[in-house]
């Protein structure tokens, strides 16, 4: 509750809103002022400081003053008053809840001029769902607001990642798993693009081939080097061995061999000497028969076929083609995973050599002895090892080499087959999955995950929290619309609303309803409705415009459980409005000051607050405290807040003047003697219009009503005057010298007491005697 109005400074037209103190207000308060006075601005500053608002004093900030915007109230605080202050552009204090009515309601709430707007039926709402249900409004707001700032971090973290996901939607870019080696797939996967771009020139590349073989039979030149023969007599071969052991000669037995095809005659080709019956040449032809020439044959052929046979180029044959391979698989590594087989040239070249000299060095020894078993069992396994071991490395190698060429062979085959569109796609999603794993997407996929999340979550709270928002809006739309068409049936009114409902066209929600006027239902409509069909704008006027409004405010009043604890207030809420509204309206105030912790009426229709007060002063049980001030205007054309007579504020001219000189002529007033002085004339017009309604125009003034009595003819009723006229006269004598349009020195005439005193006394005896 408002207490008191302390100080109300540079606010619109309150320079100094209470220049003689402090003023009071009561549980009830009618405030009488003339439009333009600053009725509006009291109902805004009130409005503002339930709210805490500061922009709206601001806003109101007295135009010509150099002073800030100050208001101090007295209100109740519980149980105890305190004082709640505007300061430095700011609201100090505890306010009580205030509900105002006024233009700005209407225009905020229900209508502007020939149209209601969205914004209008969404504060509707707001307005009629009450505490409870706009809670959980407000929390559907608010999880909407929630939601739109996870949307925006949502957004954020998605143009992050559209840089980076593309050719992929950011839904598709998420899921995209870790792969280790996308690097190295990515570099195959270009290759094989780029292979089968160049697929004809890549079929016509060589392949590695295997190497040959040693082909070296060890087997063979061991039986030649072991061989002997049994045919040849023991005492020739005795003879011949004695006898070439005393020449000493290391190739004699091969000499004297070939020398037995020379013995064509009986005499010796060297020396001439007959030989017949020579025992020892009987030897020799018994020892160097053609089985041992054979055998001297093939022993001394060995001695060109082992170094041929394991000569060093068989190694170096073997390293030659090496190479080649090595070449020829390195060719394909911008294609393919090779390795290059390696061959031991410079061990086996060793092995070869070494297994080649002890073999040498058999077959020197079997040409010396021919018919000696030359080369043991381990030295033929050694040198049959050593040849062994070259063919195995060979063997290993060739192994690698097929391996190698099976790959390649494979490669060129899927060369034809390769869909490079499909190659290219797996490039780009390995290039994408690389992207995905830097650490600041990773971190825009964990804050746009963390965002998706909670809007999911939000999203189910919204639609929990909106249907039961919706359950109760709908039960209290019903409730009000009840209300409501029953205060416009008090009212009189000729339409009602169907159909309020809430409503979530355009996103936000809001009241939608329609008027039914004559049993036909009009929709609202939009301004430029109105020049085509029926809508709010041509269906409605002016006064019925402002029934619904003080309607919808009444309606959700009626229904507030904490009405008790508000203060409501009251801008003119019966402009436009007939009698028959007006008293309507009249007694719902009534009603709703005895239900509320505070009743504030603003009107500049004086009769209305006097009839407000009359109302409050007979309320049943007990009468309602009530204080009615004034508006009036001040020094510079501002206003202040003053006491109210509201009797003498609503009495007509000529009460007000009637009583000005009555309570002189009773030494009752305190009014200036030239205030009363002016007063007679005027009185006595105001009594003589009264007395012959009729028969005195309009605007008559006293010295024109004594001439139409002295010129009245019989059976007028002015003729009744006649006796009058010169008392008439003087009183219209003396009251005119005070008046400027028979004076206009009026104001220098000096008003003497006595004069003043018989004269007014005198003009109250023409009303009392002779009335």
């Avoid at 019925?544 to 507030?560: C, I, N, P």
């Avoid at 009603?591 to 229709?605: E, F, G, N, P």
Wanted: proline share 4%.
């Amino acid at each position: 509750m408002i207490q008191k109005i302390i100080t109300i400074r540079h606010v619109g037209l309150f320079e100094n809103a209470t220049p003689n103190g402090a003023v009071k207000l009561a549980q009830a308060t009618g405030i009488f002022a003339d439009n333009g006075r600053g009725k509006t601005t009291l109902a805004a500053i009130l409005r503002a400081c339930s709210s805490s608002n500061a922009g709206r004093v601001d806003a109101r900030k007295t135009i010509d003053s150099q002073g800030s915007p100050e208001i101090s109230l007295l209100v109740q605080s519980g149980n105890q008053p305190a004082v709640l202050k505007f300061e430095n552009n700011a609201w100090v204090g505890s306010a009580p809840t205030i509900v105002v009515f006024d233009c700005e309601f209407v225009d905020q709430n229900v209508y502007s001029g020939l149209e209601v707007r969205a914004d209008q039926r969404q504060s509707l709402l707001e307005f009629a769902l009450g505490d409870q249900t706009v809670r959980l409004k407000q929390k559907v707001d608010q999880l909407t607001e929630d939601m739109e700032v996870q949307t925006r971090l949502r957004k954020q973290a998605e143009k992050v990642l559209g840089a980076v996901a593309a050719p992929y939607s950011v839904a598709q870019f998420i899921p995209l798993q870790l792969v280790p080696d996308a690097q190295q797939q990515i570099e195959a996967l270009r290759r094989r693009v780029e292979a089968a771009n160049n697929a004809k020139q890549l079929v016509s590349r060589q392949d590695p081939s295997p190497l040959p073989m040693v082909e070296f039979d060890v087997p063979a030149v061991a039986n030649t080097l072991r061989k002997q023969l049994q045919d040849v007599e023991e005492s020739a071969e005795t003879v011949v061995r004695e006898h070439l052991a005393k020449h000493d000669g290391l190739a004699l037995e091969d000499w004297v061999s070939r020398g037995q095809q020379y013995l064509k005659l009986d005499n010796c080709p060297f020396c001439g000497q007959p030989l017949a019956g020579l025992g020892l040449i009987r030897a020799y032809r018994a020892y160097f028969s053609k089985a041992y020439e054979d055998l001297k044959r093939d022993v001394s052929a060995l001695e060109s076929t082992v170094p041929a046979g394991l000569a060093d180029s068989r190694i170096e044959a073997l390293k030659g083609a090496a190479a080649t391979n090595a070449a020829r698989i390195e060719a394909w590594k911008d294609q393919l995973e090779l390795s290059v087989p390696a061959i031991p040239t410079d061990k086996l070249l060793a092995a070869l050599s070494k297994g080649r000299e002890e073999l040498v060095a058999l077959v020197k020894r079997k040409q010396q002895a021919p018919l000696e078993s030359v080369g043991s069992q381990p030295q033929v396994d050694e040198i049959t090892s050593a040849v062994a071991s070259i063919n195995e490395a060979t063997i290993a190698y060739n192994s690698a080499i097929v391996s190698q060429t099976a790959k390649i062979t494979e490669f060129k085959r899927n060369l034809g087959a390769e869909d490079t569109e499909t190659l290219r796609a797996q490039v780009t999603k390995l290039e994408a999955i690389q992207r995905r794993a830097r650490p600041d997407v990773i971190a825009a996929i964990r804050e746009y995950q963390a965002a998706d999340a909670e809007h999911t979550r939000l999203e189910g709270e919204k639609a929990a929290a909106r249907k039961k928002a919706d359950s109760q809006m709908q039960t209290t739309l019903q409730q009000y619309q009840d209300a409501i068409n029953r205060l416009l049936k008090s009212f009189g009114a000729d339409f009602s609303i169907e159909q309020l409902k809430s409503s979530y066209v355009g996103g936000n929600p809001r009241t939608d309803y329609g008027l039914k006027i004559r049993n036909k239902v009009v929709k609202l409509g939009s301004r430029a409705d109105a020049s085509t069909t029926h809508s709010f704008a041509t269906a409605l006027g002016d006064g019925d415009k402002r029934t619904l409004a003080l309607a919808f405010f009444v309606a959700r009043l009626e229904t507030d459980p904490q009405l008790a604890d508000k203060v409501v207030v009251l801008d003119d809420p019966v402009s436009s409005l007939d009698r028959n509204r007006r008293q309507e309206s009249l007694r719902i105030i009534g009603l709703l000051t005895a239900k509320c912790r505070q009743m504030i009426v603003l009107s500049h229709d004086r009769f209305f607050i006097r009839d407000f007060r009359n109302l409050v002063l007979d309320s049943k049980p007990t009468a309602i405290p009530i204080e009615i001030l004034t508006i009036k205007r001040v020094q510079n054309g501002y206003s202040a807040f003053t006491p109210c007579d509201i009797d003498d504020v609503c009495s007509s001219e000529y009460y007000r003047h009637h009583r000005l000189v009555s309570d002189y002529v009773d030494g009752k007033s305190t009014a200036d003697a030239r205030d009363v002085a002016k007063a007679i004339r005027p009185m006595l017009e105001g009594y003589y219009h009264r007395r012959f309604p009729g028969r005195i125009p309009h605007r008559t003034v006293f010295g024109q009503i004594i001439r139409q009595a002295q010129q009245a003819q019989p059976g007028n009723p002015l003729a009744n005057l006649r006796p009058l006229i010169q008392e008439l006269a003087a009183i219209n004598d003396y009251a005119g010298q005070f008046l400027h349009d028979t004076n206009l020195a009026a104001d220098n005439v000096i008003v003497v007491e006595g004069e003043l005193h018989n004269f007014a006394g005198r003009a109250l005896d023409l009303i009392y005697q002779n009335g």
